[in-house]
C-alpha cells in the first residue's frame, strides 16, 4: 500500500439540531460567521453567545473580491472563532478568512499547496447542503475573475476544528438541487474509488459514501423534511470530502468544470450530467469496482443507460441542450476538459479528446 | 438516528516508515517522548530534530506513581511536543502528560468526563502496537494502587493533532500478541457494532475494522513482517478506537476486566479469551449483525466452537486454567464482571450473574 496523509475535523457533531453545539463547544467571546442571504436565517440556532459579527455576502462562486471584502469586516470584528455556515463556497471562504484575517499572508501568498503560515482562532463548519464536502477538507477555491480561473489554497492549517452534519439545515433545499448536489457527492466518492491513485483508506470512505447515497439520496429529494435521508446525505457527503482530499476526483469532475465554466451550470448538476457517462467509460478498467457501485445504486442492465435513469428518476434534466447548450459549444467543453490534466491524469482509464467529445455529444 | 460527537486526530500518517513525519509535519524544538524500554529503540526513526527527551519507563500497567514521574521529567524538558510512542499504556500516559504538565490540574482535578482545562503543546500517538486503539481517541487509564482501579480521564483535550499508523513498528510483536491484541481491536468493533447504544455512523467504522480482522489478523500472525497485514490490522485497531469513543464495549470487557485485575492476563489475551463466548451469547439478540461478523471473520456452523476455533487457529490458549486460574476463583470473576454496570448495561442481551459464571465455566 502506498503511504497516506489524512486530515480531518478532530471534533464532529452529527444529528437533528447538532448546530447548537457549536456555542457549546467553541463558545468565543467574538465568533464572525461567513453566510449567505439565505444561510444566516439559521445562525440563531447556532447557540453563539458572546459579540456574533455575521457576513452574509458570499455568492455561489465567491471570487477575490469577496474574499476581500469578508476578510476587511473580520478584521474589524476580531474573532476568535471563524463558522462557515453554509456550501461549499462559504466554507472556502471560511476556512481563509479564519486562516488569514490577523496575518500579513495575502491570497497570492498562500495560493497553491502548503503556503498557508498558521492559524490562531478556531474555525467551525457548518454544512447546509449536502454535495461539497467541504467541511472536511483542507482545500479553498476562489474564482480570480482576471485569469477567469480558480485559485487553489491547500493547507492543513484549513482544516476545521468542528464540523457540523444537522440534517435540519438541509430541510429547505429544493429537490432538484439534493438531486445534483447529491450525485456530485458520490462522484467524489465514486471517482476517488476508481482513481489511478486509489486506496485501500479512502476506498472505504467511498463505499460509505455510496452505499448512503444509494439507500438515503431518492428518500432525500422526495421528501426534504425526511430527517434519517438528509443525515445520510450529509454523511455521504462528507465522507465523499474525505475522498477529495488525498485522492481526488478523474475525468467526471475534468468534464463538469467546462459546464460551470462556460456554460454557468451549478457544480452539482454539472457532476449529475457527467457521472453516467464517465461510470461507463470507465467500466471496462474498473470491472470489480463499478460492479460495486451498479450494486449500491440499485443499477441493473446496461451501465449507462441504467445510470441516467438512476439520476433522470431524481428529477434531474440530464441534457446538455436543455441546459442550453448549442452543438457548437461542444468542441471547447472536449478541449477545456482534455486540458484540465490533474484531474484527467488520475482517471484509470486514459480518454482522449475524442473520447471526452463523444461523451458531451452524448449528453447533448 | 440519535445525536453523536465523534473525536478524531485532525491528522494521520499511514503506512511503511510514515513515522519519520513527526519531525517533518510536529518539527518542535523541545520534544520529551513517553516509550517503554522497548519502543524507546524506535525514537531514531521519528526524524526529530531540536532537544529529544525520552521517557522509557512505561510499564504495561501505568500507575499513578510512573505518571507523576513522567510528568517530572516533562517539566524538566518544557516540551512544545509531546510524543506516544507504544501501545494503549504509552498513549494514554502521553496523553496525560501533554494536557497537564504546564498546568495546575492534578490527575486529581481531571479524573471523570471533560475536566481537562485544555492543553497548550501539541500531541502526536505513534501506536507500536494494534489493538487498543488509544491513538484514535480521548481517554486516558492510569491504575491507582491505592483504591485497587483505574481512573479514568475523558476530554476532548486528550485527542492527538497526529496519529502515526506505521505498520513496521509492528513487526517485532510476536505472534500470540498480535493474535490476541488483534481479537481484542476486533472485540472493540464488534462490542460497538451490537452495543445498545450502536450508531449507524460507528456501524460503518465497526465494519471497516472486523473487515480488516478477518482479511489480515491470521497473516500478520503467520508472517510479523507482512506489511500490507500489519497495516491492515493497526487500521482495524484505529478503527476499534473510533468505536470506543462515543459507544464503548459491552459484557465481552467487562468479563475480561477481572482477568486483566484478579489473574493478571494481559488486555487483549483477557479479551480474546472472552470473545467468542460473548459473541455466542449476543447471537439471539443481533442475528444479523452477528451474521456480518461470522461472515468476515470467515465462521460457517455453530457459532461458538467455529469463533473459538478461530481464536484457537491464530495461536491463542483460549482456556482459562492454562493460564493458571483455578476453579474457585470463577465466582469472584463472575460476581465482578457482573458489577461492572458500565459496560454490562451497553450489552444487546441482559447477562445475569449465572450467565457470567457460566461463561467463565466454558472457558475454564
Redesign the interface.
Known amino acids: 500500500?502506498?503511504?497516506?496523509?489524512?486530515?480531518?475535523?478532530?471534533?464532529?457533531?452529527?444529528?437533528?439540531?447538532?448546530a447548537t453545539?457549536v456555542g457549546e463547544?467553541f463558545g468565543a467571546a467574538r465568533t464572525f460567521v461567513l453566510a449567505t442571504p439565505h444561510t444566516q436565517g439559521f445562525v440563531d440556532q447556532l447557540g453563539l453567545s458572546g459579540q456574533v459579527t455575521v457576513f452574509a455576502d458570499i455568492p455561489g462562486e465567491p471570487d477575490t473580491a469577496c474574499l476581500e471584502a469578508a476578510m476587511a469586516a473580520a478584521r474589524e470584528a476580531r474573532p476568535d472563532l471563524v463558522v462557515g455556515l453554509g456550501g461549499g463556497s462559504v466554507m472556502d471562504v471560511a476556512k481563509l478568512v479564519a486562516a488569514l484575517w490577523d496575518g500579513d499572508q495575502t491570497l497570492a501568498d498562500v495560493a497553491g499547496p502548503n503556503k498557508v503560515a498558521g492559524r490562531a482562532c478556531a474555525l467551525v463548519q457548518v454544512a447546509t447542503t449536502a454535495g461539497t464536502g467541504s467541511e472536511a477538507g483542507i482545500r479553498a477555491l476562489i474564482t480570480d475573475p482576471g485569469a477567469g480561473a480558480k485559485i487553489a489554497v491547500e493547507s492543513?492549517h484549513l482544516?476545521a476544528d468542528l464540523a457540523v452534519l444537522d440534517p435540519v439545515l438541509t430541510y429547505s433545499v429544493p429537490p432538484a438541487v439534493t438531486a445534483a448536489t447529491g450525485i456530485d457527492a458520490m462522484a467524489h466518492c465514486v471517482e476517488a474509488f476508481t482513481n489511478v491513485n486509489a486506496h485501500p483508506?479512502i476506498d472505504?470512505f467511498a463505499r460509505?459514501g455510496i452505499d448512503l447515497v444509494g439507500r438515503f439520496l431518492a428518500r432525500a429529494v422526495k421528501d426534504g423534511t425526511d430527517?434519517?435521508a438528509r443525515?445520510g446525505m450529509m454523511?455521504a457527503s462528507f465522507y465523499g470530502g474525505i475522498c477529495l482530499g488525498p485522492v481526488n476526483t478523474a475525468a467526471g469532475h475534468a468534464l463538469a468544470y467546462p459546464l460551470g465554466t462556460l456554460l454557468h451550470l451549478p457544480h452539482g448538476l454539472a457532476n449529475a450530467i457527467i457521472f453516467p457517462h464517465v461510470l461507463a467509460f470507465n467500466q471496462p478498467v474498473a470491472e470489480a469496482k463499478t460492479a460495486e457501485v451498479a450494486a449500491a445504486l440499485g443499477l441493473t442492465g446496461d451501465l449507462l443507460p441504467a445510470a441516467r435513469a438512476f439520476c433522470e428518476g431524481l428529477g434531474v434534466e440530464m441534457r446538455l441542450s436543455a441546459h442550453g447548450a448549442t452543438e457548437d459549444q461542444l468542441d471547447r467543453f472536449a478541449t477545456d476538459a482534455h486540458g484540465i490534466r490533474r484531474l484527467m491524469n488520475n482517471n484509470p482509464r486514459d480518454m482522449s479528446v475524442e473520447d471526452v467529445l463523444g461523451i458531451y455529444r452524448a449528453a447533448f
Chains 1, 2 share one sequence.
Not at 500500500?1 to 447538532?18: D, F, Q, S, V, Y
Open positions: 500500500m502506498k503511504n497516506i496523509t489524512i486530515h480531518l475535523p478532530k471534533r464532529l457533531e452529527i444529528g437533528a439540531h447538532a453545539k463547544v492543513p482544516i483508506v472505504g460509505m430527517t434519517e443525515e454523511l
